[in-house]
């Protein structure tokens, strides 16, 4: 569960990130950064694709300035995944909603 989320930082069951993450149900990954910022590449989600959720939550940022190319979309969604793309606030709700009835991960820029 996300407890809280603002501009580069958030606080999961309590324990409290600054860096870029990915949220999977058993475990949390720190330090995720992408081959080219802000522009989101399949290459970037090799770990969450071998997990196959049924949803992935991308955070764009507080501004929403990570870029998730068409490319990236339809292959993410090729391998029957579905994707839901929103700045990071909202997508940190979504995650929430959705871990009570889904199997659900969760790629999160904290800042920008």
């Known amino acids: 569960m ?3 989320y603002d501009f580069g930082r958030i606080t999961i069951d309590g324990k409290r990130y600054n860096t870029d993450l990915l949220v999977f149900p058993d475990k949390i990954k720190t330090g995720w950064w992408r081959k080219e910022g802000h522009r989101l590449q399949i290459a970037d989600l090799k770990e969450v ?3 196959k959720p049924e949803v992935l939550v991308v955070g764009t940022g507080y501004s929403g300035m990570m870029n998730v190319p068409p490319e990236t979309r339809k292959s993410v969604e090729s391998e029957g995944i579905e ?3 929103q700045k990071t ?3 940190c709700q979504t995650f929430n ?3 009570e009835s889904r199997t659900v991960v969760a ?3 904290l800042t920008c």
Do not use: K
């Open 2 to 4: 996300i407890d809280s």
């Open 49 to 51: 694709l071998e997990t």
């Open 83 to 85: 994707l839901i793309v």
């Open 89 to 91: 606030a909202e997508a």
């Open 97 to 99: 909603h959705l871990i």
């Open 107 to 109: 790629a999160l820029h």
